[in-house]
């Protein structure tokens, strides 16, 4: 009897970790799939002739096409409208983060 008890415990257990494992199961990240993900859900503000702001441009690649970048060489306006004073800048819901980002800290920023 105990170990016929024992026996069922340890297979409800192993369901449980299964089923765990198989509810949380997301798809494998991509490079672009995290690019679009962050993004849709932020601006960077970099400035031509910025050695950090190639820095940070660099570490997406080529899906640096899927961010939302303002260049405050070129677009100055939108630049003084949100006051940036620095390059480059990350606006992430309403807050602005300056300097190099790393990729893993925008995903948890941004929940990507």
């Not at 190639?54 to 640096?64: I, R, S, V």
């Not at 800048?89 to 800290?105: A, D, F, R």
């Amino acid at each position: 009897m105990k170990k016929n008890s024992w026996m069922t415990l340890g297979v409800v257990i192993a369901v449980i970790i299964l089923a765990y494992f198989l509810i949380n199961k997301s798809k494998p990240e991509t490079p672009e799939a995290v690019a679009k993900c962050i993004g849709e859900k932020s601006t960077l503000y970099v400035q031509l002739g910025c050695s950090h702001c190639k820095t940070q441009e660099d570490m997406f690649g080529e899906n640096l096409k899927y961010l939302k970048i303002i260049d405050c060489f070129y677009e100055r306006d939108k630049c003084i409208e949100k006051e940036i004073e620095g390059t480059p800048t990350w606006i992430i819901n309403g807050e602005k983060i300056e300097g190099v980002q790393s990729i893993e800290k925008l995903k948890e920023l941004i929940g990507c």
